[in-house]
């Protein structure tokens, strides 16, 4: 069984400031890794997702994520954050191969928040 | 191409009543998931379906059922609605239900239960 640990429930930025958006995950079986963005009153629609190469994985609207194995981390960082990237973001881990049937298991969420 | 669409938008029950979710998608996908999202617990799998034909329960099925009805259509009844299932229902669906796939989400279902 996977599970995956937001670390911060909530994150307030200043408009172009930086962010980092933290998520830890335990597995005893590889996995691949995915970001998602929830916009107020909408489904969730996919950011990036890791499944294997480069560490460095870029994805849509700016964000990038880093794969740690060593330290079983997956970080959401964007350099400079505008106001429509206020949502909710949450981090995911589906089982690599075997019959998972591409099941998620999913973090708390992480509430980001850019003031003007 | 409409992508995922769920029904109804808001639903207020009463406990003890029955209804059913529905849910659609238009991009020929094999694999089908129900989620249910509660603040600060991320979503969690109900139901799922690996292709038509075919369901199984996720991680929190008690007092859910699940009908594959065809490719496109995976609905969610609740036969006896209790408070606890007072929640947001999320329909998801992928393309070949394996690990490495996009899962493509519906814009959810505001129960609320009283």
């Known amino acids: 069984a996977q599970s995956v640990t937001q670390l911060d429930s909530q994150v307030p930025v200043f408009e172009e400031a930086p962010v980092e958006l933290r998520c830890n995950y335990s597995?005893?079986?590889?996995?691949?890794l995915f970001w998602y963005v929830q916009y107020p009153n909408q489904g969730l629609q996919l950011l990036l997702k890791?499944?294997?190469?480069?560490?460095l994985v870029k994805g849509i609207n700016g964000f990038e994520a880093e794969f740690n194995k060593s330290q079983t981390s997956f970080h959401l960082r964007k350099p400079s954050v505008h106001i429509s990237d206020t949502a909710e973001y949450f981090c995911?881990?589906?089982?690599?191969?075997?019959?998972?049937?591409?099941?998620?298991?999913f973090g708390q969420g992480t509430i980001l928040t850019v003031h003007p | 191409n409409a992508g995922v669409t769920q029904t109804p938008k808001f639903q207020v029950l009463k406990t003890g009543q029955s209804m059913t979710l529905q849910c659609a998608q238009d991009?020929?996908?094999?694999?089908m998931y129900w989620y249910r999202q509660d603040p600060g617990m991320g979503l969690r799998l109900i139901y799922y379906?690996?292709?038509?034909?075919?369901?199984d329960k996720g991680e929190v099925p008690n007092g859910y059922n699940v009908s594959r009805l065809n490719k496109r259509e995976f609905s969610l009844r609740l036969e006896s609605a209790a408070p606890s299932q007072t929640s947001v229902y999320f329909c998801?669906?992928?393309?070949?239900?394996?690990?490495?796939?996009?899962?493509?989400f519906g814009p959810g279902t505001r129960l609320t239960v009283l």
């Open positions: 995911a881990v589906s089982e690599a191969g075997g019959t998972s049937y591409g099941k998620l298991t």
């Open positions: 998801a669906s992928s393309a070949a239900g394996v690990s490495t796939d996009t899962q493509y």
């Open positions: 890791y499944l294997s190469g480069s560490t």
């Open positions: 379906s690996a292709s038509e034909g075919t369901t």
């Open positions: 991009m020929n996908h094999n694999s």
């Open positions: 597995s005893s079986v590889s996995v691949y």
